[in-house]
C-alpha cells in the first residue's frame, strides 16, 4: 500500500467520527427514554434537561403498574405471541421439510406463492380479514389474533425454514434410513438437531412480528382487558396529558424482551441471514 | 450462511441422489406441505379476493346490511378530492423517506464494512431500532421532539439555530417529523442488505483497481456499485412496497396532535374510511386500487430491470 501514515490515520479518525455520530443517533434516543424513565418527575421537566439522574426513582413504574393495566397488556402480549410463534412453527416445520424432500407437482408453485404473499402489507388484507374474523365468530377473542399472526408470518417462516432445510443434506437422512431408522426417527433424531438453530430463530422472527404488531391488534380487539401492549400504550398515550415518566418506564419495559432475544438472531441479521424475516 | 444474500433466498436445489426418497413419498410430501397451504389460502388469498368483492358492496364495516353497487365505489373515490390528496402525502411521504433510507443505509453499511474498534457492537446497535415495535419509536421521539420539553428543541435553541421553539408535531413540520422518525426506523433494513453483499465482494478487485490506480471514490463507483446492483433492486422494491402502505408509523404519529390531516396518508385514510365512517366497501376498494397501483409499478420496475440486465 502506497497511502502514508498521515493520510491514514486522518481517513481512520473520521471512520471514528462517523461511527461516533452513528452510535449517538441509533443507540442516544433509547438512553434518553431508559433514562427518562428513572427519573423524578420535577427532573422529567427541568430547564436544561439532565440526562443523568440526580437520583434513581422507581416511581414511574409504580404508576405503571398501579395505574394501569399494564400487566394485563404485557400478559396478554405474551400469550399471544407464544401462541403464535408455536402454530406458525406446528405448520411451517412440515411444509419446509415438504418443500425440501420431496417432489410433487406444483411444489414450485407453492414456494412462487409464498413469496407473493410476503409481500402483502397489512393495511391491503385488513378489511377482508376483519370481515372474516367477525364471521367467525372471532372478533375479540386472541385466538382471532394469533390466527392472524399466524397467517401474516406463515409465508416467510416456510421462506427462512425451507432455506434452512436446504443446508442439511439429503445424504445424512438417507444414512439413516439406510441404518433402519424409519422417517419419522430419521427426521426427530438426525435432521430437527441440525435444523435446530434455524427453527428457533424463525421462531424468534415470528415472536417480533407479533409482539411489536399494532394494526390487527387495534382491529381485532376492542375489550380492554384483552388489549396487547402496543394498542395498550399507544391508547395510555391518548387517554389524557402524557405522563412521560409512565410511557416511557412502558416503553423500557416493552423493548426488554426484544431486546432480550435480540442478542440471539443479531448475528443473523448481521451476516444477512433472516432479514426477511422482518416486514416493516 | 454468511454467504447467502438476504434478500434473495436461494434457489430450489435439485436433490441429486434421493430417488428413493422422492417417488413413494409423494404422497407424504403433499400430506406435509397441505395443512400451510390451506391455512395460506383461507386466511390471504381468501380474504384478497373477498376484498375484491366487498369494494363492489356498499357495505357497513360492522353490520349485515350490504347491496352491490357495481364501480361506484371506485367512481366516487375518484372523484374524492381527500383521496388524491392522500395519494399525495402519501407520495411526498415513501419518496422522501425511501431516498433516505436508501443514501443512508449505503453509507452506513459502508462504513460498517470498515475496520475499527467496537464495530460488531455497533453493527447490532444500528440495527436495533427496525425490531423494536413502532408505538415505542414513535413515544420515543414525540417525547425527543416534544415542542416545550423536548430535548431536541433544546439543543437547537442553545446552539442559537432558532429562537423560537420549533412546533414539530405543527402543521409545518409532521411531514419532516414524520420522515424522520421513519428513516430512523427503517434504515437498518437497507443496512442489513447491503452490508451482507458487501461482505461477499471479492477483496482481490478492490486490489486490482488499487493497482490500477484508482482512488476510494472510483473504487465505490466501479467496483462496489456494479457489485450492490442486484441487492438494490430488490431493497428498492421492498421498502416501495413497504412504505407506500405503511399505516402503523403515520397513524400512531397523527394520534393527539391538531396537525394529523398533513400526514393523513393513502394506507391512513384506507383506515379511516372503514373503521371511523365505517364504510368497508369505500375501504377496500381503495386498497384494491393501493394493490393494483403496487402492482402496476412492480412490474414495471421489474421490466426495466430486465431490459437492463439483457
Known amino acids: 500500500m502506497s497511502r502514508s501514515p498521515r493520510l491514514w490515520s486522518a481517513s481512520g479518525s473520521a471512520v471514528i467520527l462517523c ?3 452513528l452510535l449517538v443517533f441509533s443507540a442516544f434516543p433509547f438512553l434518553w427514554m431508559a433514562s427518562t424513565a428513572v427519573k423524578p418527575p420535577q427532573e422529567i421537566f427541568a430547564t436544561p434537561p439532565v ?4 437520583r434513581f426513582t422507581l416511581e414511574n413504574l409504580e404508576r405503571l403498574f398501579g395505574e394501569t393495566k399494564f400487566l394485563t397488556y404485557f400478559r396478554n402480549s405474551l400469550t399471544v405471541s407464544f401462541a403464535a410463534v408455536g402454530l406458525t412453527l406446528l405448520f411451517s416445520v412440515p411444509a419446509a421439510y415438504s418443500l425440501t424432500r420431496f417432489r410433487f407437482p406444483g411444489r414450485e408453485r407453492i414456494a412462487t406463492v409464498v413469496l407473493f404473499t410476503y409481500m402483502f402489507a397489512p393495511i391491503m388484507i385488513i378489511i377482508p380479514f376483519y370481515v372474516l374474523v367477525r364471521f367467525l365468530g372471532l372478533a375479540n377473542t386472541h385466538f382471532g389474533l394469533v390466527l392472524a399472526y399466524t397467517a401474516f408470518c406463515l409465508p416467510f417462516s416456510m421462506w427462512m425454514l425451507r432455506a434452512f432445510f436446504q443446508t442439511i443434506p439429503v445424504e445424512i437422512e438417507q444414512a439413516a434410513l439406510v441404518d433402519g431408522a424409519n422417517r419419522l426417527q430419521a427426521v426427530i433424531h438426525v435432521v430437527l438437531p441440525l435444523a435446530l438453530p434455524g427453527v428457533v430463530a424463525t421462531g424468534i422472527f415470528t415472536f417480533i412480528l407479533a409482539w411489536n404488531d399494532y394494526i390487527f391488534a387495534r382491529v381485532l380487539l ?7 401492549l402496543p394498542i395498550g400504550i399507544a391508547d395510555l398515550y391518548n387517554a389524557s396529558v402524557v405522563d412521560w415518566g409512565m410511557i416511557m418506564a412502558a416503553g423500557l419495559l416493552v423493548i426488554a424482551p426484544v431486546l432480550g432475544v435480540y442478542v440471539f438472531i443479531q448475528k443473523y441479521l448481521i451476516a444477512g441471514w433472516g432479514a426477511e424475516g422482518l416486514k416493516g | 450462511m454468511a454467504d447467502q444474500s438476504v434478500l434473495s433466498p436461494s434457489l430450489p436445489v435439485p436433490l441429486s441422489g434421493a430417488g428413493r426418497l422422492h417417488l413413494s413419498d409423494a404422497a407424504l410430501g403433499i400430506l406435509l406441505v397441505t395443512p400451510a397451504v390451506l391455512l395460506l389460502a383461507l386466511l390471504t388469498l381468501y380474504p384478497v379476493l373477498y376484498g375484491v368483492w366487498i369494494s363492489f358492496l356498499n357495505k ?3 353490520f349485515p346490511e350490504q347491496s352491490f353497487v357495481w364501480l361506484s365505489n371506485y367512481a366516487a373515490i375518484l372523484r374524492d378530492p381527500e383521496f388524491w390528496a392522500s395519494v399525495r402525502r402519501g407520495a411526498v411521504y415513501s419518496l422522501s423517506t425511501i431516498f433516505l433510507q436508501i443514501g443512508l443505509g449505503v453509507g452506513v453499511a459502508l462504513l460498517l464494512n470498515q475496520h475499527f474498534p467496537g464495530r460488531n457492537i455497533l453493527r447490532a446497535i444500528v440495527i436495533f431500532p427496525y425490531i423494536v415495535p413502532t408505538v415505542v419509536a414513535v413515544i420515543i421521539w414525540k417525547w425527543l421532539l416534544n415542542s416545550q420539553f423536548g430535548l431536541v428543541n433544546h439543543l437547537i435553541e442553545a446552539a442559537g439555530l432558532v429562537d423560537q421553539p420549533i412546533s414539530w408535531m405543527g402543521r409545518d413540520w409532521i411531514m419532516v417529523s414524520l420522515v424522520l422518525v421513519s428513516v430512523w426506523q427503517f434504515f437498518p433494513f437497507v443496512v442489513i442488505g447491503v452490508l451482507a453483499r458487501l461482505q461477499t465482494i471479492p477483496q482481490e478487485l478492490y486490489e486490482a483497481a488499487t493497482v490500477d490506480g484508482a482512488n476510494a ?3 465505490f463507483l466501479y467496483v462496489t456499485l456494479p457489485q450492490l446492483k442486484g441487492v438494490l433492486f430488490v431493497i428498492v422494491l421492498l421498502r416501495s412496497i413497504w412504505m407506500f402502505t405503511k399505516f402503523d408509523t403515520p397513524w400512531l404519529m397523527i394520534q393527539g396532535g391538531g396537525a394529523e390531516v398533513y400526514i393523513r396518508t ?3 385514510y384506507t383506515y379511516l374510511r372503514t373503521f371511523a365512517y365505517y364504510e368497508a366497501g369505500m375501504g377496500s376498494a381503495m386498497a384494491v386500487l393501493m394493490f393494483a397501483a403496487l402492482a402496476a409499478a ?13
Open chain 1, 19 to 21: 461511527a461516533l455520530g
Open chain 1, 51 to 54: 440526562l443523568w439522574p440526580s
Open chain 1, 222 to 228: 376492542s375489550r380492554d382487558e384483552l388489549k396487547t
Open chain 2, 60 to 62: 357497513h364495516s360492522f
Open chain 2, 217 to 219: 471514490a472510483q473504487r
Open chain 2, 266 to 268: 393513502l394506507p391512513v
Open chain 2, 298 to 310: 412492480a412490474s414495471l420496475y421489474l421490466r426495466i430491470w430486465r431490459e437492463e440486465e439483457a
